[in-house]
């Protein structure tokens, strides 16, 4: 580890295969608590490469666990996080939306490091409880529409680097690697990243798979469509600049959807929008986050044709019964 971090601290890079045999080796226990921490810091001080984040993706899905979905034509919704705004947990609820639609979701989740509330945390408040075993996946997928992947139980390898992350209590390369390790593999996927330069790197990746995506960011920081202010969509068709009217909106204010600094406060801001007593700025982050999954899946379709979609399957409460049926499967 010591030649590693000389290298990282000489301000060099390294190649895909190298990067991926580190990360291997960081996940087999070569390397002790400190020197993962130095190595996982160094990145917190530079950028990344496309070939470092190659790597590092290939690492994690030459180690993860086989879920047994590869049968369906599945969306992920999934934010990097660490854009450090405590929003309530607007792609766990757009996923439910998308699946309430008719559409099948394999949403990966974890616990929050960077911020007050993952997926994962709200997830297990609200009285889900993680698998791994196919059988109940699939059946979340026939019944649900949707299939809760908690990345720990798929990911065993990262064991060690869990508490790690969760010391340093900031965001790390790791954040960025979520939402590309899907261990379902989807074939189509809509990511809410925190940075331009990151979204950048997603659709180069993107570009050289078969992957039918959607990068989102928001100009002022959120890893997400946030109707604060302006937003980017990179895709298979290239990239584009969306003003809130554009939409067919207003913008809105940020205070408007915090709600990710306690599992409890994001938990009762999911039970509303879900229940149909939130806000309509709640509301209508979730759908036009849902909207521009859906419109990943059906590229011909106009946003405002997805927003309507999304707006039924909500409405109709089609989304509360996905989530319902999600938790009476366990």
Do not use: W
């Amino acid at each position: 580890m010591k030649k590693i971090l000389n290298h990282l601290f000489e301000h060099k890079t390294f190649n895909s295969q190298e990067a991926e045999e580190i990360l291997i080796s960081i996940a087999t226990g070569k390397y002790n608590t400190a020197q993962i921490a130095a190595f996982m810091a160094a990145y917190c001080m530079r950028s990344i490469t496309v070939d470092e984040v190659q790597g590092f993706q290939d690492a994690m899905l030459s180690m993860c666990l086989d879920p047994g979905l590869s049968d369906y034509d599945l969306i992920d919704l999934c934010g990097t996080g660490g854009d450090g705004k405590d929003t309530f947990n607007i792609s766990t609820l757009a996923s439910f939306v998308v699946a309430g639609a008719g559409y099948k979701v394999a949403k990966h989740g974890n616990y929050g490091v960077s911020s007050g509330c993952g997926s994962s945390n709200v997830m297990e408040y609200l009285g889900y409880k993680p698998v791994k075993d196919s059988g109940h996946l699939r059946k979340s997928i026939e019944k649900a529409g949707i299939a809760f992947l908690h990345a720990p139980l798929f990911h065993p390898a990262m064991k060690a680097v869990a508490p790690i992350r969760k010391d340093l209590g900031v965001k790390t390369f790791f954040n960025m690697l979520g939402p590309l390790v899907n261990p379902a593999r989807p074939c189509y996927q809509s990511v809410g990243v925190y940075s331009l330069e990151i979204a950048r790197i997603y659709a180069y990746l993107y570009q050289k798979s078969s992957k039918h995506y959607s990068i989102l960011h928001a100009l002022d920081g959120y890893d997400e469509i946030s109707l604060t202010g302006p937003f980017k969509v990179f895709s298979n068709d290239g990239e584009s600049l969306y003003h809130i009217s554009d939409i067919g909106l207003s913008p809105i204010a940020p205070e408007a959807i915090k709600g990710g600094a306690t599992v409890e406060e994001s938990a009762g801001v999911f039970k509303k929008v879900l229940q149909l007593q939130s806000t309509s700025e709640q509301t209508n982050t979730v759908l036009c986050n849902a909207a521009m999954a859906i419109k990943t899946i059906s590229p011909p379709k106009s946003f405002s044709h997805c927003f309507e979609e999304a707006k039924e399957a909500l409405l109709s409460k089609k989304a509360l019964k996905s989530f319902n049926t999600l938790l009476a499967l366990v």
